[in-house]
C-alpha cells in the first residue's frame, strides 16, 4: 500500500515497558484500530537479540534471546 496512491496517513504507536526476567512480552495497540498488519519494531537499551511474532491487527509478541530485565521500546506503524 502506498501513501501516496491512498491518500491515508500512517498510525503510530511508541511505547516503552519495564520488564523484569522475562523471554517475552505481550503488547497490545488495539487503540489504533488498524485494519491491515502493521510494522513493528522492537529494541532494548541493552546487547540482546530480540524479535517480533503472532502480530495481529491489535497484537503482538516480542522475544527476547535470553531472560530479560530492563526497558524494551517498539513503535507499531500501520493503517486504518
Do not use: E, W
Request: charged share 15%; aromatic share 10%; glycine share 4%.
Amino acid at each position: 500500500m502506498s501513501i501516496k496512491n491512498t491518500g491515508d496517513l500512517p498510525r503510530i504507536y511508541s511505547c516503552s515497558d519495564d520488564v523484569s526476567n522475562v523471554d517475552y512480552v505481550d503488547v497490545n495497540f488495539s487503540s489504533l484500530g488498524l485494519i491491515h498488519l502493521p510494522t513493528i519494531s522492537a529494541m532494548t537499551n541493552t546487547d540482546i537479540n530480540v524479535h517480533v511474532s503472532d502480530i495481529t491487527k491489535t497484537t503482538a509478541r516480542i522475544h527476547f534471546s535470553q531472560k530479560y530485565v530492563g526497558k524494551v521500546y517498539y513503535t507499531v506503524i500501520g493503517f486504518n
